[in-house]
């Protein structure tokens, strides 16, 4: 028997996109091609080479040439932005789709948890889901027998478990959804991003489970975008960056990596960012941060002021807009948001190309690195948005006189207070 | 329900465990025609059972009528029929009396029909589990279909009422009748099987099943009998709807009608016995790229 699980070889896949819309087209052509699609369609069908029905020119590779191996009991973080191709590795790994390149071996019973509560039926039982759910996760009968009790305990839910999970709050429907997908016990287990759900108590749960799992000794593969999960959990962890392995290693120094490279330098432009959505009539094109004497930056000092510089684009003639702007710290927590609609601002005459800045006069934020997402909105359509438009850190600290600040775990943001103390002792 | 569940864990425990083998998977992308891989499908059975299961449980949930509706669609169809088929138009019968005649085949039909507008939809509506979990993914329609036997038989307890009412006592024909459900249940999935696939590509799929039925109804000697066609080798031919197999095999278990279908059902299950295979393989050819497309 040998010591590995996973083997991963030059594994590629190809996903097929859309065509891009042609601008004009005359009724004539239109007409011509609803008539004649039809067909076209059906003779690629019954060739079985339909790929949807969608035109087929556009492609673009989720996953390129990843190649790496996972040894028995280890424990590996995946890491990397939107669209880097962590969900599709899992994807490939779990069955549910295939390569188009390169192959994948995997030597035990796998387990894939890429969502809880797959397969819940509104209309059942808690206990009726538990086992439905149970078989959809590949747990045998006598496996779920065995559990049963455990899996509602650890729910909470023995009060309700014959009552139809349509009448379970939200909490209660996670909690249970979880407990299942937590007594799977396979030697590999395949997990995406499911400790993303729930309040902070489930999720803490959820770790903890997470983390017993880790040690008993089994193999896991875990994609998160909560970089203190992954520190916590896995010793190894690899970086995904445009579907290519662009780190594999200890999981201190890849995250650090990560962070580090998630935007370099000062100045970010944006013009090409694949990372965005929205309809684009409007668009941001560059965003800096400047410090106190405004200059570009990408360290900032807390309690002194700050500007965001935004430049955008605007190519559908728009008057007005509205644009916001949320600071999110490095466990990906929103610590604030920045909007012109909450300061009552509004952008008259935007012209083809503007540019708009964003005044914090005294930076409330501890210590740390620090991710910024822009939004753009015209009548509440939103044109851009931006993820990661913008990374800074914040280095030192004058909020308080003193230059002390708090311990990050027990702040995300600071806030200007007064003390005052009197003496109660009236005898 | 969960009570049987347990019952069977015995059973379950005293087959032996392979833990220590160490099964290995190699994924990689599939080139042509691919096997069917039915003995994963085998090993999935409880899977299976569980969605045939929540199926049956789910079905009829929030309405008023419950499981009644099984009954109310063939048996008002056949006081429709009668009225006009058989009053009206004077439609021959075989000497059966034609509510009974029509009946008897309206309820195969039904169980037919039933499996084919839902499972063509059934990979589908299940869209989510598809995306998001593996399991070989021809139990999503086998289950679909299967479910239907339970609204089956809610109806043909129905058609034994009516053969007790018309004191009609079957022959020893009555044996052969498993194989005509498993006829049924085979021409259902065999067309299941090709426009479920097709229809995570094509929606189009979704909008052809109610005319496919309808033209597919009136093609079948339900509302008539075959043997308006006179020429036996045209009436042999008629068998390659193999729902006409069906029909007439009904009839003769039941109801004792004296027509002989036994070239009709040759040919019917050989049909049927085309129709699944080639469906399975159109299936598994069109199964990679499930998760990508629907």
């Keep these: 028997m040998s010591d590995i699980a996973i083997r991963v070889e030059h594994l590629s896949k190809q996903y097929h996109i859309g065509r891009k819309q042609e601008k004009y087209r005359t009724l004539r052509d239109t007409l011509a091609e609803a008539f004649v699609a039809p067909f076209r369609r059906a003779g690629r069908l019954l060739r079985g080479q339909a790929t949807g029905a969608a035109e087929l020119s556009e492609t673009i590779w989720a996953l390129r040439d990843v190649s790496f191996e996972v040894k028995r009991g280890e424990v590996i973080g995946i890491i990397g932005r939107n669209g880097a191709g ?75 478990i014959d009552t139809p999970v349509k009448h379970y709050s939200s909490g209660m429907y996670l909690r249970l959804a979880f407990a299942v997908a937590a007594h799977l016990e396979p030697e590999i287990l395949l997990v995406d991003e499911v400790l993303a759900v729930g309040d902070a108590a489930f999720q803490k749960k959820c770790l903890g489970k997470m983390e017993d799992v880790a040690q008993e000794g089994r193999t896991v593969l875990f994609v998160s975008h909560n970089m203190s999960a992954v520190q916590a959990l896995c010793p190894r962890t690899i970086l995904l960056r445009q579907g290519q392995v662009a780190l594999d290693g200890p999981t201190e120094s890849v995250v650090r990596e990560y962070l580090a490279n998630l935007t370099e330098g000062a100045e970010q432009a944006l013009e090409d960012n694949p990372e965005r959505t929205g309809s684009g009539g409007v668009y941001l094109t560059a965003a800096r941060v400047l410090d106190e004497t405004h200059q570009p930056t990408r360290h900032l000092i807390a309690g002194r002021p700050a500007s965001f510089e935004l430049h955008y684009r605007n190519l559908i003639g728009a008057k007005r807009a509205n644009v916001a702007m949320t600071i999110y710290n490095h466990l990906g927590i929103a610590v604030t948001n920045c909007d012109t609609v909450l300061t009552g601002f ?46 800074f850190d914040v280095d030192s600290s004058t909020f308080f006189k003193n230059g002390r600040t708090p311990k990050v775990r027990y702040c995300a943001c600071m806030v200007s207070h007064q003390w005052q103390h009197e003496t109660t002792n009236h005898r | 329900m969960l009570k049987s569940l347990g019952r069977r864990t015995a059973a379950d425990m005293l087959m032996p465990s392979r833990a220590d083998e160490v099964p290995v998977i190699r994924i990689e992308p599939s080139r042509g025609w691919v096997s069917l891989k039915l003995r994963e ?104 279909v299967l479910s239907g036997v339970v609204d089956f038989l809610l109806a043909f307890l129905v058609l034994l009422g009516m053969m007790l009412a018309y004191g009609i006592v079957p022959t020893i024909n009555v044996l052969w009748l498993p194989f005509f459900l498993l006829l049924a249940l085979i021409t259902s999935l065999g067309v299941s099987l090709w426009l479920s696939a097709m229809n995570v590509q094509f929606r189009d799929v979704r909008y052809t099943v109610p005319f496919i039925t309808q033209f597919w109804l009136f093609a079948t000697p339900i509302a008539y009998p075959s043997s308006l066609i006179e020429n036996p080798w045209l009436r042999t031919l008629y068998g390659i709807n193999p729902m006409t197999g069906v029909v007439e095999g009904f009839r003769w278990a039941l109801l004792g009608a004296n027509t002989a279908p036994g070239p009709i059902v040759a040919v019917s299950s050989l049909v049927a016995l085309a129709l699944l295979v080639s469906g399975a393989y159109y299936f598994r050819r069109m199964e990679r790229t499930f998760a990508d497309v629907v």
């Design chain 1, 86 to 160: 962590k969900s599709t590795l899992l994807k490939i790994l779990s069955r549910i789709t295939e390569p188009t390149e390169g192959y994948a071996e995997i030597h035990g019973r796998v387990g894939s948890l890429l969502e809880v509560g797959t397969g819940f039926h509104n209309e059942l039982t808690g206990r009726e889901n538990i086992y439905l759910n149970g078989a959809i996760l590949g747990m045998k009968r006598a496996e779920i027998d065995r559990k049963f009790d455990e899996i509602v305990a650890f729910a909470e839910v023995e009060k309700f």
């Design chain 1, 346 to 391: 509004s952008v008259e005459e935007m012209g083809p190309e503007g540019i708009l800045t964003c005044h914090i006069p005294n930076l409330p934020f501890p210590i740390g690195q620090y991710y910024v997402a822009v939004a753009i909105y015209v009548n509440g359509k939103q044109m851009d948005l931006v993820p990661n438009a913008l990374v």
């Design chain 2, 41 to 144: 499908l085998w090993e999935y059975r409880e899977l299976l059972y569980f969605l045939v299961w929540r199926d049956v449980k789910v079905r009829y949930k929030q309405t008023v009528l419950g499981a009644a509706w099984a009954i109310i669609q063939p048996f008002f169809t056949m006081v429709v029929f009668s009225l006009f088929f058989g009053k009206l138009a004077k439609m021959p019968s075989d000497g059966i009396p034609y509510p009974i005649f029509s009946y008897a085949a309206l309820v195969p039909w039904s169980f037919f029909s039933r499996g084919l507008n839902q499972a063509s939809n059934s990979l589908v509506g299940s869209a989510r589990l598809i995306k998001k979990v593996y399991f070989p993914r021809l139990a999503i329609p086998i289950a679909t």
